[in-house]
């Protein structure tokens, strides 16, 4: 699975930003799409995933601030940032859960990473 994200740049505190991420791959089931983040000299976190179930998770520090949303059919997801921080600041991380296909079924659990996208929030 290949990830393609778009979106970020530098926002000011209180702005918005929009990230999206698309999968793409054959043969393949995506079971959640979302996005980690990792600031400078910290481990990378979790930000928000959405599962093929339609449940989320979200980083308490995000929640009500950030909000998923997933398009099942097209494997894409867009990630809408508002009131945001300069503790936002990070480099965001699209990031699939997937399995392989076989028949009606898929097996097995796959990550894949896409490049990174920089976000800076100004204060």
């Known amino acids: 699975v290949q990830l393609q994200a778009s979106g970020g740049g530098l926002a000011q505190a209180g702005g918005s930003l929009r990230l999206s991420c698309a999968a793409s791959?054959?043969?393949?089931?995506?079971?959640?799409i979302g996005w980690f983040r990792q600031a400078p000299g910290k481990e990378r976190e979790l930000v928000a995933v959405g599962s093929s179930s339609s449940s989320t998770d979200y980083a308490d520090s995000v929640k009500g601030r950030f909000t998923i949303y997933r398009d099942v059919a097209k494997n894409t997801a867009s990630l809408q940032m508002n009131s945001l921080k300069p503790e936002d600041t990070a480099v965001y991380y699209c990031?699939?859960?997937?399995?392989?296909?076989?028949?009606?079924?898929?097996?097995?659990?796959?990550?894949?990473w896409g490049q990174g996208t920089l976000v800076t929030v100004s204060s």
């Open positions: 791959g054959s043969g393949v089931r995506i079971y959640a």
């Open positions: 990031y699939a859960k997937y399995g392989i296909r076989k028949g009606w079924n898929a097996y097995g659990e796959h990550e894949s």
